[in-house]
């Protein structure tokens, strides 16, 4: 959700109201990115704050997971007035109707406790703060543990999150983490996404959306993890290979996020240890591949803003390289590792 007030003295395209509040991911109706894309990119976007070092909203808007800690708001993208488009950007749908079934409540012992997923820094709007205080109260109200059950980047997150805790609050409140395709040490399609662009599944511009990519912390966090990829050649222009080991240099050929772009990088991918799961959380890791996945990109020059771009395809979930999602193989990561077999990253 979008709660703005944004100052007059800040420059929008002519047709972006200053004022606005409303659903801003996805509303085909009312908002954005449908209707008015030029507004969406405006009011999606972070804002690099050289004072703070960090990514912030354009100033004067408030966007926000509305319906915390409901499930509401991963049951499907949509409002619940667009059936049409809910029923195509359903997210956890399934898995929330088999447990509601089952006699799980959402609200008493089933929740979501969504967050603003631009941002790798998981303080922001203190989310850290908020579920560990939810995962408390559940205990305590229903007498038994939590099981935490994430999705691709929200793999990273509860990592985040469990890694602010201390080993007693874990022992205490947390059973088991079961994280599915978790992008542990990143994948080579964030880099497409943020040198050519991509259409983030809205059938839109890659290019109207590129400017997103290369402002959201989340986007450099999801890069392949320098400290841990092997050292493969993930990126190349010209006669000229970038390897996995040195994704500072590929950040840096984007002259327009060179103030912030490495400085971002490096804050997020040293977050949270990746060599073993913090406080020794009970961690379940299920992944589906065999997907033709891009594995590498390569560019004839830089003469035409990333655009003449062809890719080398190898295993992975159609999304998430094949060594990221089996990186919990690590010795003494995962307690249980299970291989779904072919399957895409959002099945």
Known sequence: MIDADIDTSIELPPQCPHKVKGQIWINRKDLIPFNNSACFIEYMKTYWNSSTSKMENIPGANIYYPNFPSTKGIFALAPDNQKLLQSKTKVFAAMIHDLKAAGWKDGVDLVSPGYDWRYADRSNNNWIEKTTQLIQQLVNNNGYKVIIVTHSFGGLAVLDLISSMSKKFCDQYIDKIITLNAPFIGSTKTLRTFLTGEDLGLKLDPLLLRPLARSWES?????????????????????????????????????????????????????????????????????????????????????????????????????????????????????????????????
């Open 219 to 347: 986007d450099y966090q999801l890069m392949p993890n320098q400290k841990y990829w092997k050292n493969d050649n993930v990126v190349q222009v010209g006669n000229k290979k970038y390897s996995a080991n040195n994704i500072n240099a590929i950040i840096d050929l984007v002259e327009e996020v060179k103030e912030f772009g490495n400085i971002i990088y490096n804050s997020s991918i040293n977050r949270f240890p990746l060599e073993y799961v913090p406080n020794n959380v009970t961690l379940h890791c299920l992944y589906s591949h065999g997907i033709e996945t891009i594995v590498g990109i390569k560019y004839d020059s830089l003469d035409h803003d990333f655009q003449d771009v062809s890719y080398v395809y190898g295993d992975g979930d159609g999304v998430v390289d094949l060594q990221s999602l089996e990186w919990c193989k690590l010795p003494g990561f995962a307690k249980v590792v299970k291989d779904l077999g072919k399957g895409e990253h959002g099945t």
